[in-house]
């Protein structure tokens, strides 16, 4: 049972050592932020908050792109994307589709989109084509439809190799009462579909997908993250290691967005929403970068801070710098554990921090495990966070 007096014992402070023991509600009302350099103490901090939920067996998910926590004995359960977890980017609906292979498409396009992926799941469930894309020509649009609101919603599955194929016959020829031709009135659409194609023939993508080898065993990444959930109110923990994201550069961005994205879709549909903590290691690689910056407030990450409160979904995010970060979603954190910086604009751009230069002379001169501990209005607190033991 997950209450408000969970303490969470994170270190001491003061002269004698009190021992700090914030309760998770505190901590995490609604999101917890950690700063701090290289080598500060962020990786361990976080080690210990998951540990001290686990032992109050608050249900957590951990995003982890280094395999710092996915190396440790203590993991419940532990998943490496790329070995035995994949992310199907075939069961995505078109926008967020787009949205994973960081393209923008026009609302036109992505109906078409959709109508190709919904046609490509006709043929692989209703007519047990799996290796081919289905001929919208030999149909009415209304027959399409007829045939599209016979699938279930767990039918999503279907080769992404035929997608390409399937919006080009789309864009050429429509349905047998619908001849008009996309490809000659908008040509800049056969360059896009071209585009996508590209985008999903990346080998960098073939390490995320689903499973090729009858012999090995792949679990959906979504899946994962539902069952996570369901099994919150008894403590469960799962530790997903990211680490292969890092070889798909810019498209981890965009591709854990839309992990964010869904996962706060499902939570917000679910019936029972059991309180779940969600714990982001080097939050900074998940944040897209220069002029893509500005979307960073509409991407998954941004919704879960701004919604995941009311739907039990709260945020330990840790990121090197607090610039890393958009101004509007510094906003959301409502308390902050802040390591060493030495860069005054750092901790300036703190909320919570930022109108007190003598914490801000502070920060530049915590020792490594050391962090200034600031929760809403209370006073700042100099903690000596607890170093969690490897094997626990």
Same mark, same amino acid.
């Given at each position: 049972?997950?209450?408000?007096? +969970?303490?969470?014992?994170? #270190?001491?402070t003061g002269w004698f050592k009190t021992k700090y023991q914030p309760t998770a509600t505190t901590l995490f009302a609604p999101h917890l932020l950690l700063v701090g350099q290289t080598?500060? #103490?962020? /990786? ?10 686990? &032992? ?5 998910? *951990?995003?982890?792109?280094? #395999? &710092?926590? $996915? ?6 359960? $532990? ?15 078109? &926008?967020?589709? %787009? ?7 026009? @609302?036109?396009?992505?109906?078409? %989109?959709?109508?190709?992926?919904? =046609? ?17 020509? /030999?149909?009415?649009?209304? =027959? ?9 919603? /767990? ?22 009462? +619908? ?12 360059? =896009? ?70 996962? !706060? ?6 019936? +029972?929403?059991? @309180? ?16 893509q910056a500005d979307q960073d407030k509409d991407s998954g990450l941004a919704q879960i801070l701004r919604e995941g409160r009311k739907e039990g979904l709260l945020v330990a995010f840790?990121?090197? $710098?607090? !610039?890393?970060?958009?101004?509007? %979603?510094?906003?959301?954190? /409502?308390?902050? *554990? ?14 919570? %921090? ?39």
């Amino acid at each position: 049972m997950q209450t408000s007096e +969970h303490l969470l014992t994170l #270190g001491q402070t003061g002269w004698f050592k009190t021992k700090y023991q914030p309760t998770a509600t505190t901590l995490f009302a609604p999101h917890l932020l950690l700063v701090g350099q290289t080598g500060s #103490g962020k /990786s361990t901090t976080l080690k210990q908050i998951s540990r001290q939920l686990q &032992e109050n067996r608050l249900g957590q998910i *951990i995003f982890d792109p280094t #395999g &710092e926590f $996915s190396r440790a004995n203590n993991q419940q359960v $532990s998943y490496n994307i790329g070995k035995n977890v994949y992310f199907d980017l075939s069961q995505l609906a078109a &926008e967020d589709l %787009l949205t994973a292979l960081d393209l923008t498409w026009p @609302t036109k396009w992505q109906l078409l %989109l959709g109508q190709a992926q919904a =046609a490509l799941r006709i043929n692989y469930y209703l007519n047990q084509q799996q290796k081919d894309i289905l001929n919208t020509q /030999s149909l009415t649009t209304d =027959a399409f439809y007829e045939q599209k609101s016979q699938l279930y919603k /767990s039918q999503w599955t279907f080769s992404l190799s035929l997608l390409a194929p399937q919006l080009r016959l789309l864009a050429r020829q429509g349905f047998a009462d +619908h001849e008009e031709s996309l490809a000659d009135t908008d040509p800049d659409l056969m360059t =896009a579909i071209d585009q996508l194609a590209d985008r999903l023939a990346d080998p960098r993508l073939k390490a995320i997908a689903p499973n090729t080898q009858v012999k090995t065993t792949k679990y959906d990444l979504l899946y994962l993250l539902k069952l996570a959930t369901a099994k919150a109110d008894f403590g469960a923990k799962i530790s997903i290691n990211l680490a292969q994201l890092k070889d798909l550069g810019a498209l981890q961005a965009t591709i854990m967005s839309t992990v964010w994205r869904q996962l !706060l879709s499902f939570q917000a549909q679910s019936t +029972h929403k059991a @309180t779940v903590y969600l714990l982001i290691d080097e939050g900074h690689r998940f944040l897209l970068k220069n002029s893509q910056a500005d979307q960073d407030k509409d991407s998954g990450l941004a919704q879960i801070l701004r919604e995941g409160r009311k739907e039990g979904l709260l945020v330990a995010f840790a990121s090197q $710098s607090p !610039l890393d970060l958009p101004t509007a %979603l510094l906003g959301q954190f /409502s308390a902050t *554990i802040a390591h060493r910086l030495t860069n005054q604009n750092e901790w300036q751009a703190l909320p919570l %921090l930022a109108n007190s230069a003598k914490t801000g002379k502070k920060l530049g001169q915590l020792q490594t495990g050391q962090a200034i501990v600031k929760i809403g209005q209370k006073p700042s607190r100099t903690v000596k966070i607890f170093a969690s033991k490897t094997n626990q």
